[in-house]
T-cell receptor, first 114, second 112 residues
Framework: DGGITQSPKYLFRKEGQNVTLSCEQNLNHDAMYWYRQDPGQGLRLIYY???????QKGDIAEGYSVSREKKESFPLTVTSAQKNPTAFYLCASSIKGLGGTEAFFGQGTRLTVV | KQEVTQIPAALSVPEGENLVLNCSFT??????LQWFRQDPGKGLTSLLL?????REQTSGRLNASLDKSSGRSTLYIAASQPGDSATYLCAVPSGNTGKLIFGQGTTLQVKP
């Protein structure tokens, strides 16, 4: 089955730790995205990548980093610089990074700071 | 700057009722509009994608319409069922990119 796989489903982070969220897609899509969802704030874009080895900051990139070394993979690292990382993180992909293309989402990772 | 609004934030209806969810956007120069469904604690499932040149799209009991000139889209759900209970989100691209701007969502409860 084609789709987007996010892991882990739940992640707990201690203060000062960096953690990495995995996102893998087998849809052969060029573009991939990371969104953050908080209650009452909707989804906000963290980073996006339109093609391998290239990525751009979204609206709330501070405290996060990404890499895009393979077409299928777009991992997100939440660094200790992110002051309020507790949230639901969603990875998405689209065939191209253009308006008019349909976006597909993974099942999400819930990150909690303990 | 594009803004997307969904009203109401929550809606409760009895089973079998037909209902309409609303989505409005401030900049009518959109390439498409996408409706999603989100179950609690889950990711987003794409329901319908309407291209800017289309007026509506249908999938089963769902029908989405788009009126770019007025900056509005509606999602019509026919003969609602308890299984339709979820949060429904609409989103439009930011310019000619794949970056999406989301509304806050409408949480629907269909009572048996």
């Amino acid at each position: 089955d084609g789709g987007i796989t996010q892991s882990p489903k739940y992640l707990f982070r201690k203060e000062g730790q960096n953690v990495t969220l995995s996102c893998e897609q087998n849809l052969n899509h060029d573009a991939m995205y990371w969104y953050r969802q908080d209650p009452g704030q909707g989804l906000r874009l963290i980073y996006y990548s339109q093609i391998v080895n290239d990525f751009q900051k979204g609206d709330i990139a501070e405290g996060y980093s990404v890499s895009r070394e393979k077409k299928e993979s777009f991992p997100l690292t939440v660094t200790s610089a992110q002051k309020n990382p507790t949230a639901f993180y969603l990875c998405a992909s689209s065939i191209k990074g253009l308006g008019g293309t349909e976006a597909f989402f993974g099942q999400g990772t819930r990150l909690t700071v303990v | 700057k594009q803004e997307v609004t969904q009203i109401p934030a929550a809606l409760s209806v009895p089973e079998g009722e037909n209902l309409v969810l609303n989505c409005s956007f401030t900049d009518s120069a959109i390439y498409n509009l996408q409706w999603f469904r989100q179950d609690p604690g889950k990711g987003l499932t794409s329901l319908l994608l309407i291209q800017s040149s289309q007026r509506e799209q249908t999938s089963g009991r769902l029908n989405a319409s788009l009126d770019k000139s007025s900056g509005r889209s509606t999602l019509y759900i026919a003969a609602s069922q308890p299984g339709d209970s979820a949060t429904y989100l609409c989103a439009v691209p930011s310019g000619n990119t794949g970056k999406l701007i989301f509304g806050q969502g409408t949480t629907l409860q269909v009572k048996p």
